[in-house]
């Protein structure tokens, strides 16, 4: 096979000239790597090879519904066992894990043939992929550009065509970022469907959750079917549709009632490329017969954002505080700015911790009220067309502050100052749009509709109700068909 002929289908399609006998899964591999060898130094999508790995695999009579695909891992939360998770910390990129993730047994047990673990920046923590232990990724599109975070290897390896679909998983928009910079299709699951064991119970509460990142709603569905449900040792019983997500992704989705709005919910400037994405989306699904009227959530997201910076920050600290008596490593392994996070996160108080833990129930409940009234919430993805590589970067005054934050051990200053407040709006000025359906638990995407008079993508968002994956899916599918994007391929 070709690469031509290989870009060409999706996951669903490549398995399914697998299993009729027209290709083997070592021809695809073969492919792939073969893409791979030939654009990863430019997008720096890929930083742990794994193909000794993958060729042995490849030789197996191997089953499931992806069967012989070839696939990557997101170089976080996704252990691979006998291997190194990274996480983008330098301090991680010797130790191997132990056991696969249950998500990765899962796919594994789908058929997929993994062959690389992708860049993510360290601890995930970012909305763009700069790593000082692997470097920047870039975005195919325009390599001068980010493609997003913290899934940005995973999103720059599926739009440069080195697969058809990538791990990732998103805590605060991680996998509809870089989904939205790469001109790709990425749904967020919600709270509890897609299992996080063994290493954790949840991840962030359950703010964060495995997912992937495609140019093919198909292929979403049809992953989504393979890693959803029961984990006999995971917290939740999730309550799984009465059909496949695949049989729910070809279903008219309906006549809609879906609310939108374009405003950063921080207060920070929106770009009018933003703007244009999600009126030029509006447009798009009136002429699909969607009722679509200007809203708002009645969220207060300006405190959102706090509490979501609350969370991140202290499991930042406890992840560096579990890395260090792990492996024994000093503060000199971590970044500065890793390193400032944490330092407000140890600054916290468990009062004040737990204080806003508990109000993501009353963000929750006023959410629930607006899809009383909608079915759908629409907003872009991105405040802004994806930044240049190094753009968005620590501020003077942030580097300052934090220092001084280092330097005092964090005793007191959070009393004094509005740091909390002036962090939230340096790193989500960028992407103010994705956390609330973190925090609140419930299933979002974004879709590629729209690319800018630059050529680059810009996404919009659709954030669902409870149980809402099977909706999401639909109207996707009729968004992919009114506006495609599949065969959309980038310069890189």
């Known amino acids: 096979m070709e690469y031509d002929e290989y870009r060409g289908h999706d996951a669903v399609g490549l398995a399914g000239l697998v299993a009729r006998g027209e290709v083997k899964a070592a ?10 060898e030939a654009v990863n130094h430019r997008v720096n999508a890929i930083v742990r090879p794994m193909y000794d790995v993958a060729r042995e695999r490849a030789k197996l009579p191997l089953t499931g519904p992806f069967a012989g695909v070839p696939f990557l891992l997101k170089d976080l939360a996704q252990d691979y066992a006998g291997l190194p998770t990274g996480s983008g910390s330098r301090a991680l ?22 062959f690389g673990k992708t860049n993510t920046p360290e601890f995930g923590a970012k909305g763009v992929t700069e790593p000082i232990a692997n470097g920047p990724s870039r975005n195919p599109w325009n390599i001068a550009h980010t493609p997003g ?15 058809p679909a990538a791990g990732g998983n998103d805590g605060g928009g991680s996998i509809r970022i870089p989904a939205a910079c790469c001109g790709l299709f990425g749904l967020k699951p919600g709270r509890g469907l897609v299992p996080s064991g063994p290493a954790y119970a949840e991840m962030l509460h359950g703010a964060a959750v495995n997912g992937v990142l495609t140019r093919s709603v198909r292929d979403s569905a049809a992953m989504l079917d393979v890693i959803a449900g029961l984990d006999p040792a995971g917290p939740y019983v999730p309550a799984l549709p009465e059909t496949s997500y695949r049989e729910l992704a070809r279903r008219d989705p309906g006549r809609l009632r879906i609310g939108y709005a374009t405003a950063s919910p921080i207060g920070m400037d929106v770009s009018p490329e933003a703007v244009a994405a999600v009126e030029d989306a509006v447009g798009l699904l009136r002429e699909l017969g969607h009722e679509v009227h200007e809203a708002q959530t009645g969220v207060n997201e300006r405190q959102l954002a706090r509490d979501f910076l609350t969370l991140l920050f202290a499991s930042i600290a406890a992840d560096l505080d579990l890395v260090r008596r792990g492996t024994g490593c ?7 700015d890793t390193r400032i996070m944490a330092a407000v996160g140890r600054a916290t108080s468990a009062p004040t911790y ?15 009220l607006f899809h ?22 620590t501020p003077g005054w942030m580097d300052a502050a934090g220092r001084l934050l280092l330097a005092v051990r964090g005793a007191g200053l959070l009393a004094f100052t509005d740091l909390v407040d002036r962090v939230a709006d340096e790193n989500l000025r960028w992407t103010p749009y994705t956390q609330l359906a973190n925090i609140t638990g419930r299933p979002a ?14 996404g919009i968002q659709f954030v669902a109700g409870l149980g809402g994956e099977g909706l999401l899916l639909s109207l996707a599918t009729q968004l992919e068909q009114a506006r495609p994007w599949f065969h959309r391929e980038p310069p890189a």
């Open 27 to 36: 021809e695809l591999l073969e492919v792939a790597i073969g893409r791979a």
């Open 445 to 458: 995407m974004s879709v590629p509709t729209y690319w800018t008079p630059d050529g680059l993508p810009l």
């Open 372 to 393: 009383e009234s909608y079915d759908l919430l629409l907003t872009p993805t991105l405040a802004h067309p994806p930044a240049r590589v190094g753009q968005v970067a």
């Open 149 to 163: 975070g913290s899934s940005g290897g995973s999103a720059a390896a599926v739009a440069a065509g080195i697969v």
């Open 354 to 368: 737990v204080e806003s833990h508990n109000r993501w129930n009353e963000h929750s409940r006023r959410l629930a």
């Open 93 to 114: 990129a010797t130790h191997p894990m132990p056991e696969h993730s249950e998500v990765v047994r899962r796919w594994l047990d789908a058929g997929l043939v993994v």
């Open 330 to 336: 000093g503060e000199d392994q971590f970044e500065l």
